[in-house]
C-alpha cells in the first residue's frame, strides 16, 4: 500500500489555478475555493465577508475549513453572500450536520451571534458589503451563476466569474465609467471548444469574441485556466493580440 499526505494547497509559489478565491480590500472574499487552504494561520479569521457567485465545489471548496478553523478567532459571524440559490445549496450540502457542522446552530463564544450567516443577494441589485459597493449580474454558466461588477472609492472591477459568451455583464461593463479591469474565465484551449461549451466556460478565441462587446480600454486579466491545458491557453491568449488581455497572477497585488 502506498499512502501519500497530499498538501491542502498548491502552495504560493504556483501560479496553477484548480480554485477560485480573490480578496478585495483586504475584507471581502469573492468565492472560497482556495482561501481556507491558502491564508496563514494568522491571516484565519481576518475576512468576514464572503460573496460566492455560484455553488460549484472549485468556488466553495474551502469555505467549510474556513469558517472551522476560524471559529475560534472570530468576533463577529462569517456572513456569506449568494442569490438564493447559492444559500440554499450550501444550507442543504455542506453545512447540513452530515457534510460539515450547521454553523448557523454555533453561537460564538463572545456572545455576538452565530458563527455564520447567510445573506441573500438578488441579481442586478446593488448592495454595500463592508463599504463596498456590490452588482451582481447573472451570467450563463451550468448552475445559476453571477458576476460582479464591484466599486470602491477608487476603482470599478468586474468578475465575470465562470461563463459561456454572454451579454448582459459585458454591457453594465461598458457602461461603468471607472472601470478599471475584468478578471475573466478562460478555462480551456481552442481545441476543447466542445467541453467549454458543455461546462459553459470560455476559450481563447471566445474571449476574443466577448471582449468584442467590451467597448473600453481596461485591463483585462484572464483567470480560471485550468492547469492541465494551461500552457496552450496562454499561448492562444497571447496570439489574440489584444494589448488589454493578460494572464492573472496569484499572490499579485493589483491596485487602482
Ligand atoms: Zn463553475
Ligand atoms: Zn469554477
Known sequence: MRVKLLPSSVGRQSQLQSLTS??????????A??????????EIGSVHHFIITH???????SLPIYVAEA?????????????AEVVSALREFIFNDRVWPNFEKI??????????????????????????????????????????????ESAAVLFTSDTYTTDEIWKAASATKNLKAVFVDV??????????EASKHLTPDLLAVELKKLDREVEIYAVHIK????????????????????????????VW
Open 107 to 152: 453561537q460564538l463564544n463572545n456572545g455576538s451571534g452565530p458563527a455564520l450567516e447567510f445573506q441573500e443577494l438578488q441579481p442586478r441589485a446593488t448592495v454595500s458589503i463592508a463599504g463596498i459597493v456590490v452588482t451582481p449580474i447573472p451570467v450563463n454558466h451550468l448552475v445559476p451563476t453571477v458576476g460582479l461588477l464591484v466599486e470602491d
Open 227 to 254: 492547469p492541465t491545458n494551461r500552457d496552450d491557453v496562454i499561448r492562444q491568449i497571447a496570439a489574440l493580440g489584444d494589448p488589454r488581455v493578460s494572464i492573472g497572477e496569484i499572490d499579485r497585488d493589483y
Open 33 to 42: 475555493g482556495s482561501i481556507g487552504f491558502a491564508l496563514a494561520p494568522h
Open 187 to 196: 478555462s480551456f484551449p481552442n481545441a476543447m471548444g466542445e467541453l467549454a
Open 71 to 83: 471559529f475560534p478567532l472570530l468576533e463577529a459571524p462569517v456572513i456569506v453572500y449568494g442569490t
Open 55 to 61: 455553488s460549484h465545489t472549485d468556488h466553495t471548496a
Open 22 to 31: 480573490f480578496i478585495v480590500d483586504d475584507r471581502l472574499a469573492i468565492d
